[in-house]
């Protein structure tokens, strides 16, 4: 079982920068593929980010692409959301996620995909 714990969620100004972090319990970290999702109020959970098991793959959804930037630290068993520019839709509880399947781009937005959550993080950005 691994364990997920996210950090960093604040009140923001919109145009104001975090960075969101979510460290892993599991000692093959590097064997993970993670991801972020959000969950706005009234809303779906919908896809952020993921990064493959050695970071060398990303992708984004086209609400945040060229805002944010997801990253991983291996040796620290963290991943890393940095969230840019942000706007007042970008408010929502924010959800780190783990996988152990093989990364497949088209698949990595998927929620079903993943076998791991944390309990989520709350972003909130005002006007």
């Known amino acids: 079982q691994v364990q997920l714990v996210e950090s960093g969620g604040r009140l923001v100004q919109a145009g104001g920068s975090l960075r969101l972090s979510c460290a892993a319990s599991e000692r093959t970290f590097s064997n993970l593929r993670m991801g972020w999702f959000r969950q706005a109020p009234g809303k779906e959970r919908e896809f952020v980010a993921a990064i493959s098991w050695t970071g060398s793959s990303t992708a984004y959804s086209d609400s945040v692409k060229g805002r944010f930037t997801i990253s991983r630290g291996n040796a620290k068993n963290t991943v890393y959301l940095q969230m840019n520019s942000l706007k007042p839709e970008d408010t929502a509880v924010y959800y780190c996620?783990?996988?152990?399947?093989?990364?497949?781009?088209?698949?990595?937005?998927?929620?079903?995909?993943?076998?791991?959550w944390g309990q989520g993080t709350q972003v909130t950005v005002s006007q």
């Open positions: 996620a783990a996988s152990r399947s093989t990364w497949v781009y088209s698949r990595v937005a998927k929620s079903a995909e993943y076998d791991y």
